[in-house]
C-alpha cells in the first residue's frame, strides 16, 4: 500500500467576522462524502480534477456534477479518499498554521504560495465556464 498523504485541510466550525458557524466536523465530512460540489468545494475539486462534467441544475445558479457524476465521485472518494480529525477548541487558527506550512494542493483558500494554485483556480474556473455555456440540466 502506498503511503497515505494529506492533501487537504478542513475545519468545522469555521470562524466568521461576527460570528461561529454552526456547523460540526461531522455534518461538513458526510456532507464532503455524500453532498454535491455545490456545498463542497473538496467535491468540486475533485470532480473536476476527475473530469467530471459540471453542470447548472435547478434555477441555474447552483453547479453539480449531476446525480450521475456526484455518485461516480461519491463511489471515487469511498475508494480512495480518508479522512482523519482532531479536536481542537479553536480549530481556524490551527487551519491556517497547517495551510501555511505543509504542502496542501487541494486547499484554495489562505493558500496562495502553493505551486498547484493556480493551476487549481483555473481548472476549476474552465469548468464552471463550460457549465455556465452548457443548458440548465433536469
Known amino acids: 500500500m502506498p503511503a497515505e498523504r494529506l492533501l ?3 475545519i468545522a466550525p469555521r470562524y466568521m467576522a461576527n460570528r461561529t458557524s454552526t456547523q460540526n466536523l461531522r ?6 462524502y455524500r453532498g454535491n460540489a455545490a456545498g463542497s ?13 459540471l453542470r447548472r441544475v ?3 445558479r447552483r453547479m453539480t456534477f449531476g446525480k450521475a457524476g456526484e455518485a461516480t465521485l461519491s463511489q471515487w472518494m469511498a475508494d480512495n479518499a480518508r479522512v482523519c480529525w482532531m479536536e481542537q477548541d479553536r480549530p481556524w487558527e490551527l487551519e491556517s498554521q497547517l495551510i501555511s506550512r505543509l504542502d496542501l494542493p487541494l486547499n ?8 498547484y494554485h493556480s ?3 483555473e481548472l476549476r474556473a474552465q469548468a464552471r465556464q463550460r457549465a455556465r455555456d452548457l443548458p440548465i440540466s433536469t
Do not use: F
Not at 455534518?27 to 464532503?32: A, G, I
Not at 484554495?108 to 505551486?115: C, F, G, V
Open 8 to 10: 487537504y485541510v478542513g
Open 27 to 32: 455534518k461538513r465530512v458526510l456532507y464532503h
Open 41 to 53: 468545494t473538496l467535491r468540486l475539486t475533485l470532480g473536476c480534477l476527475l473530469g467530471l462534467e
Open 58 to 60: 435547478g434555477s441555474g
Open 108 to 115: 484554495l483558500d489562505q493558500n496562495r504560495h502553493n505551486a
Open 119 to 121: 493551476r487549481l483556480k
